[in-house]
């Protein structure tokens, strides 16, 4: 799916943790500040959206998303 979109799967994979850095960046703030919440979880869907396109991923690369 990722080739639908332009993307080669290195690509993706790095978007993928891009996203995940950027929502753990929201993770302590976001329980402060409910003005946040609906910014954050833009960036959650956006985070299973681009999970759910890379199909399986190797356990190195699960690893760092945990």
Request: glycine share 4%; no cysteine; charged share 35%.
């Amino acid at each position: 799916m990722a080739k639908t979109f332009g993307f080669t799967d290195d690509e993706l994979k790095l978007l993928l943790v891009a996203v995940r850095q950027t929502r753990r960046s929201f993770a302590q703030p976001r329980k402060t500040d409910r003005a946040l919440e609906a910014y954050a979880s833009l960036y959650d869907d956006l985070f299973e959206k681009l999970r759910d396109m890379t199909g399986p991923l190797p356990d190195a690369v699960e690893d760092v998303l945990e």
